[in-house]
Structures are given as structure tokens and as C-alpha cells.
């Protein structure tokens, strides 16, 4: 196994358990917050998680631009890629502005179902980046 993929396998594992940890302990811990307490915990959720998320969602693009550079092109790498572009389309286009919106309007119901359906989503994306990452690197 090369240095490129051990990176994508190590950040590709990383970003799928910060994933998992997200939609099974953060997400719904906000999701049954009282609407008297929203702003407060929502605000300290988006400073708390913002660091975490630089760090490793910087590691994952690190990593990918390693591996583009110095890996053939596989099934696995293929499949990695999609996993983490569904990752990161759904972070970007549907829960970072779905979160600024709960952050400015509170805890709407259909916004929350749309953060739930997006992490869903991004966890899923993450997932297979792994597995793909896997078969990848064990090819």
C-alpha cells in the first residue's frame, strides 16, 4: 500500500466515523432540543463542530489530492470519489444552509427533517467512500 493510500484509507475511515458520530449522538441530541433553549445549543453546536469539521473534512481533500495525483484509477477509487462528492454535495448544498436557516428561524420542523435527510445522506456518501477506499488499497 502506498503513503497516497494510507491517507485516503485513513481519512476516508475518519470522516465515515465522524459521520456516524454526528448522525447518531449530535444530530439527534439537536433534534430534541426545546424550542426555549434552541439558539443557545444550536449556536454552541455550530461553534463546537465548526473546528472539527475544517479539520477533518482538510484531511479528507488533502488526502484525495494526494491519491488523484499519484494513484491508478480504480473501481475503488471510483467509488470512494463518489462516496465522498455525495459526502460533501450534501455538507454543502443542503446542511450548511439548512443550519444558517435553523440558526436565523429556530427549530422549524421541516428544517430540521431537511438537516436529518441531509446527514442521512452525507453519512451514507461517507460510507462508501470508505468501502470504496477499501477496495482501493486492497486491490
Same mark, same amino acid.
Given at each position: ?39 443557545? *445549543? ?26 488523484l ?22 455538507t ?19 428544517? *430540521? ?21 477499501? *477496495?482501493?488499497?486492497?486491490?
Amino acid at each position: 500500500m502506498t503513503d497516497a493510500a494510507t491517507a485516503l484509507l485513513a481519512t476516508t475511515a475518519a470522516h465515515a466515523g465522524f459521520s456516524a458520530v454526528v448522525t447518531a449522538v449530535a444530530y439527534p441530541a439537536l433534534a430534541a432540543t426545546p424550542a426555549e433553549r434552541w439558539a443557545a *445549543v444550536h449556536a454552541a453546536h455550530s461553534r463546537r463542530i465548526t473546528p472539527v469539521v475544517a479539520c477533518v473534512y482538510g484531511a479528507l481533500l488533502a488526502s484525495w489530492a494526494w491519491a488523484l495525483a499519484t494513484l491508478p484509477a480504480s473501481a475503488g477509487l471510483l467509488t470512494a470519489a463518489a462516496g465522498t462528492v455525495a459526502a460533501f454535495g450534501a455538507t454543502a448544498a443542503v446542511a450548511a444552509p439548512t443550519h444558517a436557516r435553523l440558526g436565523r428561524e429556530g427549530p422549524r420542523p421541516e428544517l *430540521v427533517r431537511r438537516l436529518l435527510r441531509a446527514d442521512a445522506v452525507r453519512t451514507a456518501g461517507a460510507g462508501l467512500a470508505l468501502a470504496g477506499a477499501v *477496495v482501493a488499497v486492497v486491490r
